[in-house]
């Protein structure tokens, strides 16, 4: 599977709100590294990520562009509230092994009325 190709089915994983799935998409000891958050390391972990921030904000991926370059994609994204960002994702043996991800955590904090860190 092409690096762009596993990107679209995190997208689709994503909007779903699906940990499960999403996390299908990584290997054992994948990372996760959300520049505005600490690392996550291994597939349990990012699971477990991934539900907890599906628990606690309404959030969709629209898809603004989707580049690949060897075994990186690099998607663009927004969400119907105004928030961008951009993730890039390293894949070997049709997983993700590496992540990360860019966006302004504050608005994303303020959007969701969820509490914000002193």
């Not at 990107?7 to 590294?33: P, Q, R």
């Not at 969709?60 to 060897?70: L, M």
């Not at 960002?85 to 997983?95: A, T």
Request: with cysteine; aromatic share 12%; net charge negative.
């Amino acid at each position: 599977m092409k690096p762009k190709e596993l990107v679209e089915l995190w997208v689709k994983a994503f909007n779903e709100g699906d940990a499960d799935k999403i996390a299908k998409l990584y290997s054992e000891e994948a990372i996760n590294h959300q520049v505005a958050n600490e690392p996550v390391e291994g597939k349990a972990a990012i699971r477990n990520m991934f539900a907890e921030e599906f628990a606690n904000a309404e959030m969709v991926c629209i898809t603004e562009n989707i580049f690949q370059d060897g075994n990186w994609a690099i998607l663009e994204w927004k969400d119907p509230i105004g928030l961008r960002g951009c993730g890039f994702f390293k894949i070997e043996n049709d997983l993700i092994v590496f992540q990360r991800g860019y966006w302004d955590k504050l608005s994303f904090l303020k959007a969701h009325n969820l509490p914000i860190p002193e």
